[in-house]
């Protein structure tokens, strides 16, 4: 009687609502193995690496456009070569920001970046472009003060590259805000997990 007591028997109704929790199982379990999955993962880990040494650069940003505004303000050709040896000083270190700090962003943000081209589980291909974090042409364009800041003319150059410098990295922290939003509905639709 107590073995009887401990049998289960299913009707026709729970048999089929448990062939398909099964089935919906199998489902999730077949997409989580999809081939584009991990690299969709990887992809945000990269994205949100890089928004956040994006954010965390803003301060740096000010402080090196803190020596070129002084620089501007004084009349004193010692003290602007200071400046000049300080904004030089400050440009440089920008790679190695990235590098001792944010190393999971060195894909999206490294000297030797490349655009990630992420592939969908939908068949196709995501393109997040790349942003260099240097002081050179290829990343921020800031030049160095060839003549110490001994020229006007030189210090609104240097302020003009420092102004499109900041636009820059507002301009990559707004788009990859966008490709992080994608890619986590995408990754969301594809397996039911937020990214």
């Known amino acids: ?9 299913l009707g026709p109704t729970s048999a089929q609502r448990m062939g398909k929790v099964m089935a919906q199982t199998l489902q999730e ?9 991990a690299p969709m993962k990887e ?3 990269t994205l949100k690496a890089a928004l956040l040494a994006l954010e965390e650069a803003k301060p ?27 904004y030089d ?4 270190k920008l790679p190695g920001f990235i590098e001792k700090k944010h190393k999971k962003s060195l894909p999206l943000l490294g000297k030797d970046a490349k655009p990630l081209v992420v592939p969908l589980t939908t068949g196709g291909q995501y393109c997040i472009t790349c ?18 800041f001994s020229t006007q003319k030189e210090v609104a150059l240097i302020l ?8 820059k990295l507002e301009r990559n922290i707004v788009r990859y ?3 992080k939003t994608f890619l986590s509905l995408r990754l969301k639709l594809a397996t039911g997990i937020e990214g």
Do not use: W, Y
């Open 89 to 92: 000083d400050e440009r440089l």
């Open 1 to 9: 009687m107590g073995r009887l007591a401990n049998k289960v028997l």
């Open 43 to 45: 992809a945000l880990i």
């Open 60 to 86: 740096i940003f000010q402080s090196i456009a803190e020596t070129g505004i002084a620089a501007s303000v004084e009349a004193d050709l010692a003290l602007r070569a200071l400046f000049a040896e300080d």
């Open 177 to 179: 805000e966008q490709d």
């Open 160 to 167: 003009n590259h420092l102004d499109h410098a900041f636009k």
């Open 29 to 37: 379990k077949k997409k989580s193995f999809h081939p584009a999955i």
């Open 131 to 148: 942003l260099i974090f240097t002081p050179e042409q290829n990343g921020f364009d800031l030049p160095p003060p060839k003549t110490a």
